[in-house]
């Protein structure tokens, strides 16, 4: 079993959608308890989402909440309601981090923003995960991770090719929610070991922007010291203008192979040989740096019709022993046969799911994941657990303030 590095620490966590509740899911597979507050009539609005794209979830569990929300524990509370927040502020009192989505409007209604949650645990992490950052005159502003991060981050401009009309989407849904999310739950971790040293609580701030620019921060360095933006090659565009050791080469079976040998003249002989062309080793126009530039769209017409001849499972036994990196093009279905991903466990059982770990390994173990809770499961559970008896949880659910 992986080691649980925030075991004995608790999360509360008030939050929505992908984003923020992927940050809970991450400090969930790390160990800590999250108790997840979903409204308690509606809940989580991401559970309605039953429709992406061509796919459609039937019954649960549904994939859509599961990814996010593993390993949690689910209460369902009415924060509009005064006997609601009261139960917020009693769990607060037990948690050693708070972490929401809401932002600052709706956090003063509510009665749990910062100077609210801290006046009952003055010791609280408190994390926050906003759309478009703390500060500005947007921090109000809500976002979705297709604005925030892949549009107003500059992803989507710098992937699209110049030949395209409109714009290239993420691949998927909850794409920069999730990287996002990791982010952020990282950061709880470090002011948690600060908080352990020092005693002193902090304020923790990720959005959705800062998350897509800090994705791009090597594009965006390059634009800023050049001046102009980095850009897509056109459609169908192989790679480096200057390198044919860099790009996606088609094989016989419409697969792709991708190559990325960053020097192409300690890569080109061995690479020559794999592809049963021993005579273009030498040849002098693949000799050096500069006439390897000079040559490149000769060398890509020969990859490309050698690596064409054969079928990507013949190429994966072939390359097998090529010393330059190279990888196989997969979609989201083949990765869950790919020998490499099973060997670490990158893909792992939860309940009746296959979900993605959280990346980050603690003694070369891979983490356990549960499956999500069902919708303010265990409600009775933690009010139990705070010390409320039968009467009163009655009251609160009669008042409304409790599923």
Known sequence: MMSRPLEGFRVLEVAMYGFVPSAGAVLADWGAEVIKVEHAVTGDPQRGLRRIGAFVVEGDPNPNIEHANRGKRSVGIDMSKPEGQEVIYELAKTADVFLTSFLPSARTRFGIDVEHIRAVNPAIVYARGSGLGPRGAESDRGGYDMTAYWCRGGVAATITPPDIEGMIGPPGPAFGDTISGTNLAG?????????????????????????????????????????????????????????????????KDGRHLSFVMLQPTKFWADVCRHIDRPDLADDPRFETVASIAEHTDEAVEILKEAIGGRTLGEWTGRLSTLAGPWAPVQDALQVLDDPQIQANEYIRTAGELRLVSSPVQFDVTAPDLAPGPEFAAQTDEILRELGMDWDRIVALKTAGAVT
Request: aromatic share 4%; glycine share 14%; no cysteine.
């Open 187 to 251: 950061g709880i971790a470090a002011a948690l070991v600060k908080r352990e040293r020092t005693g002193e609580p902090s304020v923790v701030d990720v959005s959705l922007l800062s998350s897509g620019l800090w994705s791009m921060g090597h594009t965006i360095a390059l634009s800023a010291y050049a001046g102009e933006p980095l850009l897509a090659g056109p459609t169908g565009s192989h790679g480096a203008m200057a390198n044919p050791l860099v790009g996606v080469y088609a094989t």
